[in-house]
Structure formats: C-alpha cells, structure tokens
C-alpha cells in the first residue's frame, strides 16, 4: 500500500504560481511512477504530467507544455507539480497518484492504470 497526500493548492490569479506537493509513505517511493491528473467540474479525470522513477523522464499533457514542471525528491519521498503562468482553464481538482515501474513506460497517462491515488487539492484560477 502507498498513501499518498496532495498540498499546496489554493487561489490565484491568471498569471500566476502554485507549488503542489504530493508525500508519500508506505512502500518504497522510488518503486513508483507518478503522475499528476486533474478534475474540473463536470469533466473526466484527465493526465496532466508524469515522472518515472528515476526522474530521468518526464512527460506532460500539450496544454500544460512549457508552463508546469514535475519533479521528485526520493530521499523525501515527495513528487512536486510546479505550476506557472496559470490559466482559469487550469481550474480543477489535482490529484497524485502512483504506478509501479515496470508498468509506467506504456502506461503514464493512463489513469487507470494507476494503483494508488492522494484525495486531490483544489486549485482556482481566477481572471
């Protein structure tokens, strides 16, 4: 079992910054792929970045492309979705989650394929 607990949303103006933060604990943190996804309202969960174990690859969801970063810290056990340039359309519900290795090479933006999800945090863009 992975638990997985999101931080750092809240409200912003277009334009601006937000850090997530996702800790993990439980099993061993670099056993996993992690993503990023997010809900708006009335709209599937969709992919919007992930990292491989390592944090060698990362991959990101085109409308989110040169203005959000994913990274990971394994020695804290704690994956990082650093959000510039906001939009209102990046309005949503985010949520962590995890994927064993072996499966995230084929699988990144799948959700899921996904074993493991935190219980979201809310980001609000404002215009």
């Known amino acids: 079992q992975v638990q997985l607990v999101e931080s750092g949303g809240g409200s912003v103006q277009a334009g601006g910054s937000l850090r997530l933060s996702c800790s993990a604990s439980?099993?061993?943190?670099?056993?996993?792929?992690m993503g990023w996804f997010r809900q708006a309202p009335g709209k599937e969960r969709e992919f919007v970045a992930a990292?491989?174990?390592?944090?060698?690859?990362?991959y990101y969801a085109d409308s989110v492309k040169g203005r959000f970063t994913i990274s990971r810290d394994n020695a804290k056990n704690t994956v990082y979705l650093q959000m510039n340039r906001l939009r209102p359309e990046d309005t949503a519900v985010y949520y962590c989650?995890?994927?064993?290795?072996?499966?995230?090479?084929?699988?990144?933006?799948?959700?899921?394929?996904?074993?493991?999800w935190g219980q979201g945090t809310q980001v609000t863009v404002s215009s």
């Open positions: 989650a995890a994927i064993t290795r072996s499966r995230f090479g084929s699988n990144w933006s799948r959700r899921n394929e996904y074993d493991y």
């Open positions: 439980g099993r061993t943190f670099s056993s996993y792929g």
């Open positions: 990292i491989s174990w390592s944090g060698g690859s990362t």
